[in-house]
């Protein structure tokens, strides 16, 4: 494929190179467009075994009519397991809201991220955003049972002038209002700058 819109989402919580281009407002008052350039699908076995990779492209068209094309590559914000302002991203909860614990007393970590929505909300400080975390399994616990999955929320800055996005702050989402979460699957950022997620697997199925 020539040309397509290529989401900038992984399981490892990534996003493009690109924000460089676009993060200084000088830069962006001259941009008269973006066209995003798309990649085929992995064919050799090595392309295939790679965690997450990016042949795509932009094509960046000024004003004056002078063009760019920037690679576009992935960049980890944080992996399930580190610590981000004392808070372990990725830990699990039961379905009443409190943090799953080994015998030992360390938490279930997610061993399977899935998808994330990055989101600009009102009231929130000027290049400050929230990313909605997916992690649709868990190690299953020490009784050889399953675990729930889990979603987090991600406080995301970035610096205006390099476009770097930093974690700054997570935590796990409370769903003890609605007896908890088991799978939190595949989802995606709406038109309307919402969250919409879905969960799969009925415990009970």
């Known amino acids: 494929m020539k040309k397509v819109l290529v989401p900038v989402l992984a399981a490892t919580f990534t996003l493009s190179s690109f924000n460089a281009v676009m993060a200084a407002p000088k830069e962006t008052s001259k941009i008269k467009s973006v066209e995003f350039l798309g990649m085929d699908a992995p064919k050799t076995q090595q392309e295939k075994a790679e965690l ?18 920037v690679p576009l590559s992935y960049e980890t914000l944080f992996k399930p397991g580190d610590v981000i302002n004392g808070k372990i991203a990725g830990v699990t909860m039961n379905a009443n809201g409190q943090v799953m614990n080994k015998s030992n007393g360390t938490p279930y970590v997610s061993t399977a991220p899935d998808m994330n929505s ?3 909300v009102p009231g929130l400080p000027e290049n400050t955003y929230y990313l909605i975390s ?39 989402i409370d769903f003890s209002a609605v007896h908890g979460i088991w ?5 995606l950022l709406t038109p309307w700058n919402t969250h919409l ?8 199925a």
Request: proline content about 8%; charged content about 25%.
């Open 134 to 172: 997916h992690y649709e399994s868990m190690p299953k616990n020490e009784n050889g049972l399953e675990n729930p999955g889990t979603m987090s929320l991600s406080t995301v800055k970035m610096d205006p002038s390099t476009g770097q996005l930093n974690v700054v702050d997570i935590k796990p």
């Open 183 to 187: 799978k939190p699957c595949a989802g």
């Open 197 to 204: 997620g879905s969960e799969e697997t009925d415990p009970d």
């Open 52 to 69: 997450m990779y990016s042949k795509a492209s932009v094509k960046v068209t000024y004003n004056d009519g002078t063009k760019k094309t």
């Open 118 to 120: 990055l989101m600009k």
